[in-house]
């Protein structure tokens, strides 16, 4: 087969495999769910079966241990995650009123000062505006995750489709994995696997490492937002822990939740919403300094900014179930650019013709995408 009817055969089912998410984005969350589930549970049952276990039994011992936490966990902090999001979604108004008030009242006179009556008048209408769009905002993404999540998916899938799904993905892993590998080009089989093994790694690295991040980071936040005293820091934490997968914007909307709500609750005491802001400050430097290095390091080998792009745009595309295809996408693409890269770095394309006046060049591996 020709070069050029080997690109349009991959980027034919590269289209065919996209039409297939859209079309049915609605119903693969549970496959999804249970894929990854699979995905980061398979060393686990290896290394059960290297212990002598058959298959079989290293995958109904690894996910009844699995649902026993799970489920543990659940039992635990559902009841105290159902008060305080109850009290934070009937008390946010009251919150951002509050709020929008003690910052009026302090800004006032120093905007009168600068620019008379007039620029304080538009000042209080442009917080007050942006402080009703916030809390609309916060109510309707709320809402969608109900509707989005609940309604739309089904608790029913979430919870038994997938547990279901993931068993008998972890019981012929190894074999749908040796399938896949027959079917390979035998004259790119090598190249392919490379390829295949580098977004192994990656994407192992990242998912692996940053789901014990965020898991440790929202405990450290609403263990010390709950020691601080802050009205639903438990909440605040969880959720601050739960989107540090998205780089900068979980420590964001927890500082700005948390430091709020503080505010609002012990002012005009300065010192605990000082103690808010330092429980952040502790977490970002242990997280940048401890965590990150240890857990995740430079594993997926993808750009923050090109992340977020992911995310969001796989998010659009796709929904939550975009959410969870982001990474994994973004560190296949991250991989497949920095091998096109160095294919070009070592093209007469890029040497116009003569390879041989460089040939370091075929080492030479591109940055980060």
Same mark, same amino acid.
């Not at 009937?90 to 910052?103: D, G, N, S, W």
């Not at 992911?310 to 975009?322: D, E, H, M, P, T």
């Given at each position: 087969?020709?070069?050029?009817?080997?690109?349009?055969?991959?980027?034919?089912?590269?289209?065919?495999?996209?039409?297939?998410?859209?079309?049915?984005?609605?119903?693969?969350?549970?496959?999804?769910?249970?894929?990854?589930?699979?995905?980061?549970?398979?060393?686990?049952? =290896? &290394?059960?079966?290297?212990?002598?276990?058959?298959?079989?039994?290293?995958?109904?011992?690894?996910?009844?241990?699995?649902?026993?936490?799970?489920?543990?966990?659940?039992?635990?902090?559902?009841?105290? !995650?159902?008060?305080?999001?109850?009290?934070?979604?009937?008390?946010?108004?009251?919150?951002?009123?509050?709020?929008?008030?003690?910052?009026?009242? &302090? @800004?006032?006179?120093?905007?009168?000062?600068?620019?008379?009556?007039?620029?304080?008048?538009?000042?209080?209408?442009?917080?007050?505006?942006?402080?009703?769009?916030?809390?609309?905002?916060?109510?309707?993404?709320?809402?969608?995750?109900?509707?989005?999540?609940?309604?739309?998916?089904?608790?029913?899938?979430?919870?038994?489709?997938?547990?279901?799904?993931?068993?008998?993905?972890?019981?012929?892993?190894?074999?749908?994995?040796?399938? +896949?590998?027959?079917?390979? /080009? !035998? =004259?790119?089989?090598?190249?392919?696997?490379?390829?295949?093994?580098?977004?192994?790694?990656?994407?192992? %690295?990242?998912? &692996?490492?940053?789901?014990?991040?965020?898991?440790?980071?929202?405990?450290?936040?609403?263990?010390?937002?709950?020691?601080? @005293?802050?009205?639903?820091?438990?909440?605040?934490?969880?959720?601050?822990?739960?989107?540090?997968?998205?780089?900068?914007? @979980?420590?964001?909307?927890?500082?700005?939740?948390?430091?709020? +709500?503080?505010?609002?609750?012990?002012?005009?005491?300065?010192?605990?919403?000082?103690?808010?802001?330092?429980?952040?400050?502790?977490?970002?430097?242990?997280?940048?300094?401890?965590?990150?290095?240890?857990? +995740?390091?430079?594993?997926? %080998?993808?750009?923050?900014?090109?992340?977020?792009?992911?995310?969001?745009?796989?998010?659009?595309?796709?929904?939550?179930?975009?959410?969870?295809?982001?990474?994994?996408?973004?560190? +296949?693409?991250?991989?497949?650019? &920095?091998?096109?890269?160095?294919?070009?770095?070592?093209?007469?394309?890029?040497?116009?013709?003569?390879?041989?006046?460089? /040939?370091?060049?075929?080492?030479?591996?591109?940055?980060?995408?």
């Amino acid at each position: 087969m020709s070069l050029q009817r080997q690109i349009g055969f991959w980027l034919i089912s590269l289209a065919v495999f996209v039409l297939f998410l859209v079309l049915l984005r609605d119903v693969l969350l549970p496959f999804i769910a249970a894929l990854a589930l699979a995905y980061l549970l398979d060393p686990l049952a =290896d &290394r059960l079966e290297r212990l002598g276990m058959s298959r079989l039994a290293a995958t109904i011992f690894i996910l009844i241990v699995f649902l026993l936490v799970f489920v543990l966990s659940l039992v635990l902090l559902m009841p105290l !995650l159902g008060q305080q999001l109850a009290g934070f979604v009937a008390r946010m108004p009251e919150v951002a009123a509050k709020l929008q008030t003690l910052i009026l009242e &302090r @800004g006032a006179p120093l905007l009168e000062k600068l620019g008379g009556d007039k620029l304080a008048q538009d000042a209080q209408n442009s917080l007050g505006n942006l402080v009703g769009e916030a809390t609309k905002w916060v109510g309707s993404v709320l809402q969608s995750l109900w509707s989005g999540g609940t309604a739309i998916i089904g608790v029913f899938s979430l919870l038994v489709l997938t547990p279901v799904i993931a068993f008998y993905l972890l019981v012929d892993w190894d074999r749908m994995c040796a399938t +896949v590998d027959s079917w390979l /080009p !035998l =004259d790119h089989r090598d190249t392919i696997r490379e390829l295949l093994s580098e977004m192994d790694k990656a994407i192992a %690295g990242f998912l &692996r490492g940053q789901a014990l991040l965020c898991v440790l980071l929202g405990t450290f936040y609403a263990v010390g937002l709950s020691l601080v @005293g802050v009205n639903f820091g438990a909440l605040i934490g969880i959720i601050s822990g739960f989107l540090s997968f998205i780089p900068y914007v @979980g420590s964001l909307t927890g500082l700005v939740l948390s430091v709020g +709500v503080a505010t609002v609750q012990f002012w005009p005491e300065w010192t605990w919403p000082l103690a808010t802001l330092g429980v952040f400050a502790a977490g970002q430097f242990i997280e940048g300094n401890i965590l990150q290095p240890k857990l +995740v390091g430079d594993s997926i %080998g993808v750009h923050p900014v090109w992340l977020m792009f992911a995310l969001l745009a796989f998010g659009s595309l796709f929904g939550f179930v975009g959410l969870l295809l982001a990474v994994p996408l973004a560190a +296949v693409i991250g991989v497949l650019s &920095r091998f096109a890269l160095r294919q070009y770095l070592a093209s007469n394309i890029y040497h116009g013709g003569d390879v041989s006046k460089s /040939p370091e060049a075929r080492k030479r591996v591109g940055a980060d995408v």
